[in-house]
C-alpha cells in the first residue's frame, strides 16, 4: 500500500508499472527458416555455429516455426 501511496504522489496518477517485454530472440527466423530449406540434412548444432548461438537457442527457434526432427521413412 505504501508504494502506491508513494507513485500517487510522485506522478500524481494511480497507474500499473510498465511491463517490461520479452528479451528479442538471437537467431532471425526468417533467416533460419531459409538456412533449413537451403540445407536440410544439417545438424542442429552446425545451424548454431552458423548464427554464433547455442544448439538450445535453435531448437526453440525451430519451434517456433513449427518444424520438427526429421523423420525417416
Known amino acids: 500500500?505504501?508504494?502506491?501511496?508513494?507513485?500517487f504522489k510522485e506522478t500524481g496518477e494511480f497507474?500499473?508499472?510498465?511491463?517490461?517485454?520479452?528479451?528479442?530472440t538471437k537467431?532471425?527466423?526468417?533467416?533460419l527458416s531459409q538456412q533449413v530449406l537451403e540445407y536440410p540434412d544439417r545438424?542442429?548444432?552446425e545451424h548454431a555455429k552458423t548464427f554464433?548461438?547455442?544448439?538450445?537457442?535453435?531448437s526453440k527457434a525451430l519451434n517456433k516455426l513449427g518444424i520438427t526432427l526429421k523423420k525417416n521413412i
Open 15 to 24: 497507474s500499473p508499472k510498465p511491463i517490461c517485454g520479452k528479451q528479442p
Open 52 to 58: 554464433g548461438v547455442t544448439q538450445s537457442a535453435i
Open 43 to 45: 545438424f542442429q548444432y
Open 27 to 31: 537467431v532471425n527466423l526468417s533467416e
Open 1 to 7: 500500500m505504501k508504494e502506491w501511496v508513494k507513485i
